[in-house]
T-cell receptor, first 114, second 114 residues
Framework: NAGVTQTPKFRILKIGQSMTLQCTQD?????MYWYRQDPGMGLKLIYY???????DKGEVPNGYNVSRSTTEDFPLRLELAAPSQTSVYFC?????????????FGQGTRLTVV | QQQVKQSPQSLIVQKGGISIINCAYE??????FPWYQQFPGKGPALLIA?????SEKKEGRFTISFNKSAKQFSLHIMDSQPGDSATYFC?????????????FGTGTLLAVQP
């Protein structure tokens, strides 16, 4: 059971470049989340999804886009990378058909924009 | 109103001592309050969680105390060990259906000295 898998683990982007952070889960979870983690700022919710075809903005969505075409995959797209997007990005999923279940996190993607 | 405020930002405790981390929230719609533990280079993992219909939950050395009227909850780590050294996040969630946000606090870096 792989859980939540994020790729890549590390990436350096130049300002203005685009990239997609991949996230896939094999637990058949309905709910999936993208967070960014900055020192002293905790985990900020970027986007989340309650099921395939349904996404919604979190606390800090500007500069990002998501899609959820399947239950398993929830990619995060950065269109025009900016230094402010330098961060560690975590994908998470929850399931069980209930809201009070455990969220499982991936190992993170460390992104640097230069 | 969606924020979860966490303190302190960092904490140093001697081995065998009690570690206490506090969180406060504003939105009374929050109905699930988990705590997550994160080791360096890893994603957060669920430690313990509580619902607002109980005032305390204990699992081993870890206890959540919940004060619904004050909109505060705290994590107590009894007999703290060096292996407990990690970053701790409180979180809050609003229940099911189309709204399933999981909002995190800013984190507390705990160092347990031997």
């Amino acid at each position: 059971n792989a859980g939540v898998t994020q790729t890549p683990k590390f990436r350096i982007l130049k300002i203005g470049q685009s990239m997609t952070l991949q996230c896939t889960q094999d637990m058949n979870h309905n709910y999936m989340y993208w967070y960014r983690q900055d020192p002293g700022m905790g985990l900020k919710l970027i986007y989340y999804s309650v099921g395939a075809g349904i996404t919604d903005k979190g606390e800090v969505p500007n500069g990002y886009n998501v899609s959820r075409s399947t239950t398993e995959d929830f990619p995060l797209r950065l269109e025009l990378a900016a230094p402010s997007q330098t961060s560690v990005y975590f994908c998470a999923s929850r399931g069980g058909g209930r809201w009070d279940t455990e969220a499982f996190f991936g190992q993170g993607t460390r992104l640097t924009v230069v | 109103q969606q924020q979860v405020k966490q303190s302190p930002q960092s904490l140093i405790v001697q081995k065998g001592g009690i570690s206490i981390i506090n969180c406060a929230y504003e939105n009374t719609a929050f109905d699930y309050f988990p705590w997550y533990q994160q080791f360096p280079g890893k994603g957060p993992a669920l430690l313990i969680a509580i619902r607002p219909d109980v005032s305390e939950k204990k699992e081993g050395r870890f206890t959540i105390s919940f004060n619904k009227s004050a909109k505060q909850f705290s994590l107590h780590i009894m007999d703290s060990q060096p292996g407990d050294s990690a970053t701790y996040f409180c979180a809050a969630s609003i229940g099911g259906g189309a709204t399933n946000k999981l909002i995190f606090g800013t984190g507390t870096l705990l160092a347990v000295q031997p």
